[in-house]
């Protein structure tokens, strides 16, 4: 009888886990509470605190879990596949709740007394592995750390997700990224790996190889 009730708390988890993400996406940290959360969730009290303790620990949570379920692009890892990613990452902000939730609550931080970089760290170690490949393949030019541009990327598209947020609600993200490339590619790559890279929203996660 042990493994049903593990299965049931893992999706009750989920489920409370999902209804904040849309309660902190829609009304931010300070006007989400936990009654909206739990009418939401359809779940009882004693579940939301059996798996949260409070709403700071819930924000937390969906903070440091909004990657979590993400079907990234495949193709070959690279600075190609990068491209890819991040392109794929600004569809998902259109519609992923979770990882929407965790990217405004990653700034609201500050509200509920945390100072967590986690996410921010996360998303750099992804984008870093990549540039690892990269450079193995000769496509970054010999002046570039692979490990600064994988922070200068997060800070550059942090800014430029919430600039979006702010101005169309993010219906224009994935423009905003490609231009991103396009100024930063120069900077970056050779002028061989220029010549064949590709920053077309409409391409992204299409399995380039």
């Excluded at 989400?32 to 059996?50: L, N």
């Excluded at 879990?65 to 193709?75: F, T």
Aim: include cysteine.
């Amino acid at each position: 009888m042990a493994r049903p009730r593990q299965d049931r708390a893992v999706r009750t988890r989920a489920a409370i886990l999902h209804a904040a993400a849309e309660v902190f996406d829609e009304f931010g940290f300070s006007g989400a509470s936990i009654s909206k959360i739990i009418k939401r969730a359809d779940a009882t009290q004693g579940a939301m605190y059996f798996h949260f303790k409070s709403k700071e620990d819930l924000a937390r949570a969906v903070m440091n879990e909004q990657g979590e379920g993400i079907v990234m692009p495949e193709g070959e890892a690279g600075l190609q596949h990068l491209i890819d990613i991040t392109l794929h990452l600004a569809t998902e902000l259109q519609t992923n709740v979770l990882l929407r939730a965790g990217v405004r609550l990653a700034v609201e931080q500050g509200e509920f007394g945390v100072r967590d970089d986690t996410a921010y760290q996360d998303w750099a170690a992804r984008f870093h592995e990549q540039l690892v490949v990269a450079r193995d393949k000769n496509e970054l030019l010999p002046e570039v750390d692979e490990r600064e541009l994988a922070w200068v990327l997060v800070s550059c598209y942090t800014g430029t997700q919430l600039f979006s947020q702010v101005s169309t609600n993010r219906a224009d993200l994935p423009e905003r990224v490609a231009l991103l490339w396009r100024y930063l590619l120069p900077g970056v790559a050779t002028p061989e790996t220029r010549a064949r890279l590709v920053t077309d929203p409409g391409a992204a996660g299409k399995g380039r190889r």
